[in-house]
Structures are given as C-alpha cells and as structure tokens.
C-alpha cells in the first residue's frame, strides 16, 4: 500500500524557516517524481514543486521560486521542503503527492498545517 | 500558463441524478495531461480520473471523464450520497501544474 506521511509544519514567524518532510513507503520511491501541493485554509489546491525521480528537474511555482527548496533522500526514502522567508500567505495545509509520469497526482499524503503569524 | 475554470460552483442534485461538471481550459491541452480529483471536509484529494490512466484505484465506474482541446467534463452516471465533496480538475503543461478552482457536488 502505498503510504506518504508528511511532519515539520507548525507555526512559525513571518521571515521565519521550516522545513517539511515526507516519508514515502509502499512504492519504489527512487522510481517516481515527487511534488509538493498546498492549500491554504478555505481555498482551492496550488502545486508548489516537482522533483524528478533522479533530482535531475526541479521546478516551483512562481509564488515560492527562490524562497523554497525541495529535495529527496533516496536511501531514506523521504521528501523534503525547505521553506525559508516565510510569509502569511504561505500559510496552508501543505500536501506531499506522488507524480504519475509528468501528468498527474495519483497519491496524497494527509498533509501538514504550516501557519506563519506574529 | 493555463487557467482552467470550473463550472458550475455548486451543483445540488438527488441521489440517483446524474452530475455533469466542466472544465474549461484557457488553451487547447491534451486529454493525456487533464485529471480530476476529489476531495472531502478534512481530507486530502485523492485522484479520481485522469486521461493518461483512467479511473484510479478503487473508483466506480459510475465515475467517467471526457473531452479534448479546451472542454472536459467529469460525469458522475448515479449520484450517491457518499459523492458529496469538492472536485477539482488539473492540467499539466511546461513544467507548470494548475488547478481550477472547484466545483462542489451537494447531495439533497
């Protein structure tokens, strides 16, 4: 069964970091493309990033570019998001997703509330 | 990049209806890259349907998907009460993913 698991959202300051998580069992994890998708509270969905199964292509959304970085841990089977100058509007429920091919999103993980406030 | 909008916002139907909600695209995109997902109160999305595979996992076949170019449509045939939920479509394009906003099925 395939399982993604997302932890490290909490609140945190404007300007402010974190750095989110995402353990992925069930599947072959060094086979697929990994994205990140959030929702901030009340709204719709807004992909935030793809990373290729290999690391090789990495995009963003323009709304994070140069402020967010994700990555993959191949031996440990997890995806990461860092997420530094953080703003209010990044507050949202930030979902770690499986790619299907370059298509689609064909797994979800139950997400992690992220709220940045003073 | 692609805006896709959804239609109707609401849609309020009886068990047994039949549910037709749109997808309209601001460019011709390929049905292989078009998906539709449903999500509950407090639950994450789980994909529903999608050009390039079908029906995912575990959904009846009372769910369906269509369409090309600009237009696709998610038919629910007979509605249940368990359909009640928001559904979004996605599209994907140059290295961009975008959502419509949502359309939300209420069961009477």
């Known amino acids: 069964e395939v399982q993604l698991v997302e932890s490290g959202g909490g609140l945190v300051k404007p300007g402010g970091s974190l750095r989110l998580s995402c353990a992925a069992s069930?599947?072959?994890?060094?086979?697929?493309?990994m994205h990140w998708v959030r929702q901030a509270p009340g709204k719709g969905l807004e992909w935030v990033s793809f990373?290729?199964?290999?690391?090789?292509?990495?995009y963003y959304a323009d709304s994070v570019k140069g402020r967010f970085t994700v990555s993959r841990d191949k031996v440990k089977k997890s995806l990461y998001l860092q997420m530094n100058s953080l703003k209010a509007e990044d507050t949202a429920v930030y979902y770690c997703?499986?790619?299907?091919?370059?298509?689609?999103?064909?797994?979800w993980g139950q997400g992690t509330l992220v709220t940045v406030s003073s | 990049e692609i805006v896709l909008t959804q239609s109707p916002g609401t849609l309020s139907l009886s068990p047994g209806e039949r549910a037709t909600l749109s997808c309209r695209a601001s460019?011709?995109?390929?049905?292989?890259?078009l998906a539709w997902y449903q999500q509950k109160p407090g639950q994450a999305p789980s994909l529903v349907f999608s050009g390039a595979s079908g029906r995912a996992t575990g959904i009846p076949d009372r769910f369906s998907g269509s369409g090309s170019g600009t237009d696709f449509t998610l038919t629910i045939s007979r509605l249940e009460p368990e359909d009640s939920a928001m559904y979004y479509c996605?599209?994907?394009?140059?290295?961009?993913?975008?959502f419509g906003q949502g359309t939300k099925v209420e069961i009477k």
């Open positions: 460019q011709t995109v390929s049905s292989d890259y």
């Open positions: 990373i290729s199964s290999s690391s090789n292509y990495i």
């Open positions: 997703s499986r790619g299907y091919s370059r298509s689609h999103f064909d797994y």
């Open positions: 996605q599209v994907y394009s140059t290295s961009r993913w975008t």
């Open positions: 069930g599947f072959t994890f060094n086979s697929y493309s």
